[in-house]
């Protein structure tokens, strides 16, 4: 159940990373909405999977999988530019989070 909670907060860390993006001088209400709920979800998630975890295995998967998904959406989304180098990095990333699981 850990990892499902660390996989989850990992997410909430690319909303949150994203809505932050978004806030425009903190006058958009809607973005620093989702960003404090987001930013709060994700570290709960996290500091609970880190419960039974160990922290430095917890905190890569959480910042790997944050990276990876807050990169590909903006990739996806046009406000960054995609190279095949940029794709393959991430590809890396992703499997050294998914080589963490397997290791744990």
Same mark, same amino acid.
């Given at each position: 159940?850990?990892?499902?909670?660390?996989?989850?907060?990992?997410?909430?860390?690319?909303?949150?990373?994203?809505?932050?993006?978004?806030?425009?001088?903190?006058?958009?209400?809607?973005?620093?909405?989702?960003?404090?709920?987001?930013?709060?979800?994700?570290?709960?998630?996290?500091?609970?999977?880190?419960?039974?975890?160990?922290?430095?295995?917890? #905190?890569?998967?959480?910042?790997?999988?944050?990276?990876?998904?807050?990169?590909? #959406?903006?990739?996806?989304?046009?406000?960054?530019?995609?190279?095949?180098?940029?794709?393959?990095?991430?590809?890396?990333?992703?499997?050294?989070?998914?080589?963490?699981?397997?290791?744990?």
């Amino acid at each position: 159940m850990a990892w499902v909670i660390l996989l989850i907060s990992g997410i909430l860390e690319a909303v949150w990373a994203t809505a932050l993006g978004r806030i425009d001088g903190w006058a958009k209400p809607l973005p620093i909405i989702v960003f404090g709920t987001a930013l709060a979800l994700s570290m709960g998630g996290l500091g609970l999977a880190m419960k039974s975890l160990p922290i430095g295995t917890a #905190y890569a998967v959480w910042v790997g999988v944050g990276a990876a998904l807050t990169v590909g #959406y903006a990739m996806w989304s046009g406000a960054e530019s995609v190279s095949i180098a940029k794709v393959a990095l991430i590809l890396g990333i992703v499997g050294c989070v998914v080589g963490l699981k397997l290791l744990h």
